[in-house]
């Protein structure tokens, strides 16, 4: 399925507009991770589609300790996917596959892409514990924000993504396995 999602995100990301200029000017915030950017000037006062995922009003943290909304990551187009640190199945092939997803996009591309982990497990999976886990795994600060959120919010987050899960009783998740490419607008 890799195979087939790069190269179609690199003709969608391209068709939609994201010249080396526009890379430019969006990664020229620096190497700080999405979740502690300040907001793009041209989409911080652009109305909000309606439908748009960066309308829910949860509250979440951040592996770097900082509290945001979702809305915050506008602007940029997010490749997105649930998942918990202690998993063994599932979840290092999500991470793998989006990470090979970023090493497959075009350079000037690449560079205007961020990719966003959230937990299903806010018990265990604690701003600290992502921290560790995205050093254990090497995601770079550049472009992955790893959240941690309140039970409810992963709940509504993951019903807007279409993402059913379900905690069993070895404190593992059974979950849907899917990746989501989100407009900028969200």
């Not at 991770?33 to 109305?47: D, G």
């Not at 806010?122 to 795994?137: K, V, W």
């Amino acid at each position: 399925m890799n195979r087939l999602l790069a190269p179609f995100l690199g003709s969608v990301l391209l068709a939609a507009g994201c010249s080396s200029t526009a890379a430019t000017s969006r990664s020229s915030r620096g190497d700080r991770p999405p979740c502690c950017r300040e907001p793009l000037p041209e989409t911080a006062s652009a109305p909000m589609p309606s439908g748009s995922l960066y309308q829910l009003e949860s509250d979440w943290t951040s592996d770097q300790g900082r509290r945001i909304r979702l809305s915050q990551l506008r602007g940029r187009h997010q490749v997105v996917a649930l998942f918990f640190s202690n998993c063994e199945y599932a979840c290092p092939v999500i991470v793998g596959d989006m990470r090979r997803i970023q090493a497959a996009l075009p350079e000037p591309v690449r560079e205007d892409v961020d990719f966003l982990l959230v937990s299903l497990d806010p018990e265990r999976d604690t701003p600290e514990r992502l921290r560790q886990f995205r050093s254990e795994r090497g995601l770079p600060t550049a472009h992955w924000t790893l959240l941690h959120g309140r039970e409810d919010d992963v709940r509504e987050l993951a019903a807007v993504l279409g993402i059913q899960y379900r905690k069993d009783s070895w404190g593992q998740f059974a979950h849907s396995n899917v990746i989501t490419l989100l407009s900028p607008d969200g």
